[in-house]
């Protein structure tokens, strides 16, 4: 018995996506190998023999489609799964054609989308495999047992002993045989036929033969193709008739035969062997339904819900009507499936499934693309075009308002809120607009709505979409920012009363080579929804170690430098070893490191949150909480944290000459930490108001263009060094 792993050869070049994939395929036990182009994915393929391929379209040397053309010639029934991020329909098409068994976008944003897609995968290979090992012993079994039929006729005309041997020999394998034995004549009257018939249609031996066969099967064009097939070949292997059963009911058979010729005064005989394949049809039918849908949901799938579109967009082109799509994407369930796990989570999603498709139009659609996302598609809202908007508009806030009722999973109780995205179709502007360029329009629009604050419905524009391609840009850009050395480290000195240096905060800047520096509000959104904040919030942590452990080398000390973590970066459940790991490598200082949490970020999951508050004070860390006062939330929480600064966002800094509520606040947070016994820093420092404000109620630090704007790190280093004290005025 085989006991190793299933193993999952990875073709792709680039080294992030087959990291990725390998460090998530083997936390499901898979053996995962890799390939950094398609030569060297072929002569894996070949020494290894790995049971699935995850492979790219568009690499250097030999391409995806090529790889999967050899694999295909060499190796039929290896499932190969393309994972691209080319959105070319035609791209998708021809992999297929060429051998693919399914097609995801990268970046795969919910990773148990490709679990559900290699599980299918690997599922239908074992049944195909199964299958055709069935038919080879099936077809051997045929041939063999007929073959030891005719040398046992033949034997009858031997001596009386050979002739009782034979028998013998006969009636054991007849009576014993789990298939049905059979021997008809041309026009179809039954000669012989074995006890198993019975067990499949209710009849028995004696009530079929001398019957016409014909009788049992319904369907006259299959039967006569099925002797037309044996007169020309003589032989046929797993021809599929209908049999109807005593009762009526109609059972699916599979038939292999072999014509017998007339020989001296035998007339010409159909033998053969029937068996009822209706487990087999059940399992087919189970494979093509994974294909189509969704397996938790039992929405239809990405592949189904685009054929119905183009269905749907061509009708609304030839009736002169609009159909609408809405994108629904659920607001932070990621935090109900990380804080109370993958069966919760699922169970949600089943019953935001049944809300959906309650009451739901014959003519409409809902879909499950994979992950929270989920689609609606209505087919016709109308024939003018303000009408169907203001149709549709309705329909969604129903949609909206039936979602965010209050939900019972598993013993939770749980509330969650739609974003919504919509686009009305067919486009008065785009008469090549086709399924895929409406689902993305959709999806655009959809994040409009997550811009704009979540639980919000919101319409595609030509505008977003001009949007969405910037951000597409930056996104593609963003994947080699690091590995071309276009990062680098900004600081933003933390002064005291007297304007002494106390502190910095490390900004992160992206000097592109052709757009010049690009925004952090532009690009770090982009990061944290791809997940591309991961490895870039781990650069920017390891090079501040590596500032800190310079100064330190050079006599230099920087009170603290204080480095902001990402939602994202803080939930992952190796985050502390990963800082462990980085302070050992760097030998920095911890004393001399703070972290910056988000308020928003600590609400969420307290428990979770004050664990690895608590793990990085005992690495002698310093903790922050940024933009204090933004939330709702922490001010119940904040005496249960482990904090030592609170930064006053900027916001309310920015404010407190001109709006008494902003000056309230700011005075109320001051009093507030000193009786915590927590530092302050006042954030967006610009002018003699703020600070004298700031500096009568006994704030100790601050930042801001009032002393300094962010500087690179060489015109920090020399403020460091000449013990700088910096100027108190507009910087």
């Known amino acids: 018995m085989n006991d190793r792993p299933i193993r999952i050869l990875t073709i792709d070049d680039e080294e992030n996506i087959r990291s990725s994939f390998r460090l998530f395929l083997e936390d499901f036990d898979y053996e995962v190998i890799e390939a950094k182009n398609g030569r060297e994915g072929l002569q894996l393929f070949e020494s290894e023999k790995p049971d699935l391929v995850l492979c790219d379209l568009r690499m250097p040397e030999i391409d995806g489609l090529e790889v999967l053309s050899k694999i295909r010639e060499t190796s039929p029934d290896t499932p190969i799964i393309v994972a691209s991020g080319t959105g070319v329909i035609g791209d998708a098409i021809e992999a297929v054609r060429r051998g693919a068994w399914n097609y995801l976008l990268k970046p795969i944003q919910d990773l148990s989308t490709l679990q559900h897609a290699i599980e299918q995968a690997l599922e239908r290979a074992r049944l195909i495999k199964e299958n055709r090992a069935y038919q080879v012993r099936l077809e051997e079994e045929v041939i063999a047992r007929t073959e030891d039929l005719q040398r046992t006729m033949d034997d009858l005309k031997n001596t009386h002993n050979q002739v009782k041997l034979s028998e013998e020999r006969y009636r054991s394998i007849y009576e014993n045989l789990q298939d049905v034995y059979f021997e008809i004549l041309l026009d179809g009257e039954i000669r012989e036929i074995s006890p198993s018939i019975t067990q499949i249609s209710d009849y028995t031996c004696e009530e079929l033969i001398g019957a016409s066969v014909w009788e049992f099967y319904p369907r006259r064009d299959d039967r006569e193709h099925f002797i037309e097939e044996l007169k020309i070949h003589g032989i046929t292997s797993d021809y599929e ?106 169970a949600l999603l089943e019953e935001v499934a049944r809300r959906l498709t309650n009451d739901l139009r014959l003519e409409d659609t809902v879909s499950r693309l994979g992950g929270d996302e989920f689609i609606m598609l209505l087919s016709d809202m109308g024939e003018e075009p303000t009408n169907a908007a203001s149709q549709t508009q309705i329909k969604a806030e129903q949609i909206q308002k039936q979602l965010s009722l209050p939900y019972k999973v598993l013993g939770h109780d749980l509330h969650i809120t739609p974003s919504i995205g919509v686009a009305i179709f067919p486009s008065d502007d785009d008469p090549d607009e086709n399924g895929n360029d409406i689902l993305r329009h959709a999806d655009t629009a959809m994040y409009r709505a997550k811009d704009d604050g979540r639980d919000a419905i919101r319409f595609f524009l030509p505008s977003m979409q001009a949007a969405a391609d910037q951000r597409l840009n930056i996104e593609k850009d963003l994947r080699y920012a690091l590995e071309r050395n276009e990062m680098e480290l900004y600081f933003q000195p933390q002064v005291d009363p007297t304007g002494k240096i106390v502190g910095a905060e490390t900004l992160l800047r992206w000097h592109h080579p052709d757009k010049g520096f690009i925004s952090p509000a532009e690009f770090i959104p982009v990061a944290e929804a791809t997940g591309l904040i991961l490895p ?57 490191l703070g972290l910056e949490l988000t308020e928003g970020m600590v609400i969420d999951n307290i428990a979770d949150t004050i664990e690895k508050m608590q793990a990085l004070k005992r690495m002698g860390i310093e903790l922050s909480i940024d933009d204090f006062g933004t939330g709702y939330s922490s001010l119940a929480y904040l005496k249960r944290l482990p904090l030592d600064i609170i930064k006053i966002d900027q916001s309310f800094v920015r404010d407190i000459q001109t709006d008494e509520s902003d000056a309230a606040i700011v005075e109320t947070i001051i009093v507030m930490a000193h009786h915590l016994n927590l530092n302050v820093i006042a954030e967006g420092v610009e002018t003699d108001f703020e600070f004298d404000f700031l500096n009568q109620r006994d704030c100790l630090i601050y930042q801001g263009y009032y002393f300094s704007r962010p500087v690179p790190e060489p015109e920090f280093t020399r403020m460091l060094q000449s013990a700088q004290q910096l100027p108190l005025e507009t910087g």
């Open 241 to 346: 008739l209908h049999l109807r059963d005593k009762n009526g009911k109609i059972v699916p058979c599979s038939i292999n035969a072999r014509l017998l010729p007339a020989q001296n005064d035998r007339p010409a005989i159909i033998c053969g062997t029937l068996r009822d394949i209706s487990e087999r049809k059940l399992a087919e039918a189970h494979i093509e339904r994974l294909a189509y849908y969704d397996a938790l949901t039992d929405l239809p799938n990405r592949r189904l819900l685009i054929d119905r579109l183009e269905r749907d967009l061509a009708r609304a082109r030839r009736h002169k009507h609009y159909g609408a799509m809405l994108f629904l994407d659920l607001d932070r369930f990621k935090n109900i499936n990380d804080s109370l796990g993958h069966h919760v989570g699922d």
């Open 536 to 592: 870039i919030g781990l650069w920017v942590l390891e090079m501040s170690c590596r500032q800190i452990k310079t100064w330190t080398d050079k006599g230099l000390s920087i009170g603290h430098l204080a480095v902001n973590v990402s939602p994202r970066q803080f939930r992952q459940p190796g985050f502390i070893h990963q800082v462990y790991q980085v302070i050992a490598q760097t030998e920095a200082d911890p004393q001399q």
